[in-house]
């Protein structure tokens, strides 16, 4: 594989982790805060991070 395929699919899987950690993240707050207005944000910020286009 070429250094710079290399480098891009290196780059793919790390942003693929980093938005997997703030989707958990998100998540575990929507459900455990203490706080129901922070739950309530944590459901926004995953409404915006999991949104889906009707296309």
Known sequence: MSPVLHN???ITAAGTAWYAVA?????IT?????N???????REVLKVLVR???S
Do not use: E, K, Q
């Open 52 to 54: 889906r286009s009707n």
């Open 36 to 42: 129901a207005d922070r739950r309530r944000d944590a």
């Open 8 to 10: 891009a699919a290196l």
């Open 23 to 27: 989707i958990t993240t998100a998540a």
């Open 30 to 34: 929507a459900v455990a805060a203490r």
